[in-house]
């Protein structure tokens, strides 16, 4: 299919699927950017799972894998494993990752396992209808939570920060936040998933961004409405930032080892 100027070859000029608003379609883009300028098209490869992100395979331009519900993990650890020069992304959001999808996101990182996971957090269940998700806000309402999240609730609880969780694992090197509302946070995003990619590509252990992303459709918003109710709301809940970064100490066992494997 013939690209327009600019467009990401990895990246299929089609009409989206995504409502108005929704940051997959920013998120997407920043994903197919990259792999172009790393040169992995051919060897790149995505696990999109059960959700929005089923649409994934309409979107992108090279290899996919639609594991089912939370299995993503579990895939993606088989497929680094066998092809291990290839770039491996698990593509979640959060009721897949941090719900049905816990044990395997908990268990892979823990393990190191290496592959990059790009984890999409709305807030919310945006494909089956606005149900109250691990990540819904306090106070927030969803289908499931018609006056709120109430962690005094019986089953409410409170919102997971899946990032802070995964890094206090010993297997995740790499851990970042950021968030897709405002032109500066695409950019800085950008580069939290530049260099988990990267590290990846390097052979250190398990790498995770998560995305701050808006769902107007399900959050009742206008587009810029859920802009700034991200900004005001969700950001003081996950901070943005890199959360754990581990990469220069990964390296340098790397580079011991290979010394002590030369040397021998």
């Given at each position: ?5 600019g ?5 299929y000029?089609?009409s ?5 608003g929704?940051?997959?379609?920013v ?17 790149a ?20 894998v ?41 268990h ?23 149900q109250?998700?691990p990540?819904t ?19 409410m ?27 500066a ?7 939290y998933?530049?260099?988990a ?5 390097r052979?250190?252990?398990f ?5 701050l992303?808006?769902c107007?459709?399900n ?15 969700m ?17 340098g ?12």
């Open positions: 299919m013939k690209k327009l100027r467009h990401p070859r990895s990246l000029e089609v989206t699927k995504y409502c108005g929704c940051g997959h379609g998120i997407h883009r920043i994903i197919t950017e990259l792999i172009d300028e790393m040169g992995l098209r051919e060897r490869i995505i696990t999109n799972p059960v959700g929005c992100a089923i649409w994934a395979d309409l979107y992108f331009d090279f290899d996919s639609q594991p089912a519900h939370g299995r993503t993990p579990a895939a993606a650890t088989g497929i680094k494993r066998v092809l291990p020069d290839h770039l491996v992304i698990c593509y979640q959001g959060d009721g897949d990752m941090a719900a049905i999808g816990t044990a395997e996101m908990i892979a990182a823990n393990r190191g396992e290496k592959f990059t996971t790009v984890f999409v957090n709305n807030a919310i269940y945006g494909m089956t209808g606005g109250m998700a990540t806000l306090v106070g927030q309402k969803a289908a499931t939570a018609p006056w709120g999240r109430d962690p005094g609730a019986a089953g609880g409170y919102p997971i920060r899946v990032a802070e969780l995964l890094s206090g694992l010993e297997g995740s090197r790499y851990i970042a936040r950021g968030a897709v509302n405002t032109a946070n695409v950019r800085k995003t950008r580069g998933i530049k260099k990619l990267e590290a990846q590509m052979g250190v252990g790498t995770m961004v998560e995305v992303s808006p107007p459709t959050w009742g918003m206008e587009p810029l409405g859920a802009a700034e109710w991200l900004e005001e709301r950001i003081p809940i996950f901070p943005l930032g890199e959360i754990k970064n581990t990469l220069d100490e990964a390296a066992a790397a580079c011991a080892a290979a010394a002590g494997e030369a040397a021998s």
